[in-house]
Each structure stands twice: as C-alpha cells, then as structure tokens.
C-alpha cells in the first residue's frame, strides 16, 4: 500500500448495517452423470446445510460451475433454490459472465427471481491492467438493481485485483455491502480495515486462511469444502467468533488438509468428491471438468477419509 491508502479511514459506515454475516457456503451445483442437472439433490443439500446454523447460501459461485451452465439453466437454478430456502435465509447468486452486458441481464433477471442479493465478479477472461475499467463494471451491474452485492476478489484465479484502494472508490455505491477476500494474502484483511474501515462486510473465501483471518477481523465466510462437514465448519466459525481458540485450532488442525482441497485447481471436482464421500451428493461435474482418477484420486481419497475417521466430536 501507499502512505495515503495506509491512513485511517473516513469512510461512512455499511449503510446496511452488515447485512450479511457468518457463514456464507458457496455450495455445489449437484449434478446427474450425464452432466444434467439434479436440482432435487442440490435443494437436499441445501436442506442439511441450513440445519447446520449457516446465515447465507451462495449459488452457481466458482464452485457451483457458474461457468459450464448455459444462461437458462443458471436462471432455473436460482428459481428452484428460491423455491426450497422459503426465506430462511438469503439466497445468493453468483454472477460471473463474460462481459458487462450479460452481468447486467442476468442481475436483473436474478431480482425478478426472487434471490436476495448476488455475488458479483470481474467480467471472466478479460484481464484488464486498468483498474477503471475493473470498477466501472461492478458500478455498471450495481446501478441495474437494488439488491445488495458482494464483490468477490480472486486475482489468482481470475487475474483482476480488487485493491482496498479501489474499494474504497466503490464505497459510494450503496448496494455494495460486502467483499469475498481471495487474494490469498491475509495482509489485505487489515489493509482494508485501515482504508475501508467498516463500509464493507468483509468475508474470507479462502478456507485453510479462515482462522488467520478471523483473528484479523471478518465478518464472514464463503466456506468451500465445509459444505462437506457442515456441522464441524459451523462449530469452527462459532468458535472463532467466541474467541475460543484453543477449541478454534483444535478444529482447524484437523480441518486444514481438508480445506487444503479448496485452493487447488480441481477443487471444484476435490470438493465435489469429498461431498459424496460424506454422502451429501455426487462427485459428477459439467465437462471440460472430468471425475479425477489414478493416484490422483487415490491421495485425495486418502485425505478425505482420514478427515471422516478422525473428525473431533462436537460439543
């Protein structure tokens, strides 16, 4: 950061009053061998998910193959989740289209929906140097709708940085309420306290950084492999919010080779694995993505195991 990013900031409070908190899943888009979709499964895992304790369910994020459903079957799915949360909790959608035109249509089509807010990132495959262009997309999405917006930053996946000087610039948008903080660099955490101070609610999306990260000070968490131990990683949360660390790193040891499974290329198909092996559903993806097999499967298997037969019991 520069001097002037590093000063305290001025910044009005989250006009929403943080919304959003607490465990916020980015859940799999269940999915029948043939690469069709099975909604019916993935309103059951939802179901047991939201018994857990979770305060937020996000749809078709990076996990949820937002990219490999085609633009009908993105908006069946929201309608369908829609149907089955009956309101319990907020609905997200995630929204990562390939330019800023098709962004605005589908948020749209998402309020008509019904969902509850969305989860908006950088225009996919276009990797642009120019920090304008990156803000005048989620200023474009958000001035198409009322519904509050998380704006997710992932630059190791998707090659757009999200800087806190930058969000400090979106914090005149009003229905931007929250950011997913992915850069993998937990320094950023209090960089955007520094400069952002409580505008945003700010969650982490990197799952073997969540306990770094909650000492820092967050609001929220995008869980990725806890949707396959919904009860462990909801006690995790619970106890990190509590300050109960000694409990807090007992969990997360054992929890972190599984979390581990959500920072590698194939997490989408790891995940997807780990959640049938815990019997919440199956490991079939939308092709390019392919089962993994050999001794691939073979380590991940191993390490998922290893994770059911070992899982601390919960007090």
């Not at 099975?38 to 996990?63: K, M, P, Q, W």
């Not at 958000?142 to 704006?151: E, G």
């Not at 950011?179 to 505008?199: C, F, M, Q, Y």
Request: some cysteine; overall charge negative; charged content about 20%.
């Amino acid at each position: 950061m520069t001097p002037s990013e590093s000063a305290p900031s001025s910044l009005a409070p989250n006009p929403h009053g943080h919304l959003w908190h607490g465990v916020f899943p980015a859940i799999v888009t269940q999915m029948h061998r043939d690469g069709s979709l099975d909604l019916e499964a993935t309103a059951e895992h939802s179901e047991v998910l939201i018994n857990s304790g979770i305060r937020g369910l996000i749809f078709l994020g990076s996990l949820g193959e937002n990219q490999m459903l085609l633009a009908d079957e993105k908006r069946l799915v929201m309608a369908e989740m829609v149907k089955a949360v009956r309101g319990r909790i907020p609905v997200l959608a995630g929204v990562a289209e390939t330019s800023t035109a098709e962004a605005n249509r589908f948020v749209a089509d998402c309020q008509k929906i019904g969902v509850d807010g969305v989860m908006l990132l950088p225009a996919m495959v276009y990797r642009t140097p120019d920090p304008h262009e990156t803000l005048e997309h989620f200023r474009s999405v958000a001035r198409q709708t009322d519904l509050p917006i998380m704006v997710y930053n992932n630059p190791i996946a998707y090659g757009n940085d999200i800087t806190p000087a930058m969000f400090a610039e979106l914090a005149e948008v009003e229905n931007l309420i929250a950011l997913k903080e992915s850069s993998a660099d937990t320094r950023r955490i209090t960089d955007l306290h520094n400069v952002v101070g409580n505008r945003f609610a700010i969650f982490t999306g990197v799952d073997d950084l969540a306990l770094e990260s909650a000492v820092l000070g967050i609001d929220g968490w995008v869980a990725g492999t806890g949707i396959a131990f919904p009860d462990h990683n909801q006690r995790l949360w619970e106890a990190m919010q509590a300050g109960h660390w000694d409990r807090a790193v007992e969990l997360y040891r054992w929890f972190t080779p599984l979390l581990h499974l959500d920072t590698h290329v194939k997490f989408v198909q790891y995940i997807k694995l780990c959640v049938q092996e815990c019997g919440l559903g199956k490991e079939w993806t939308r092709a390019p993505r392919l089962p993994i097999s050999g001794a691939e499967r073979e380590a991940v298997l191993k390490i998922i195991h290893h994770g059911i037969a070992t899982a601390p019991p919960l007090h």
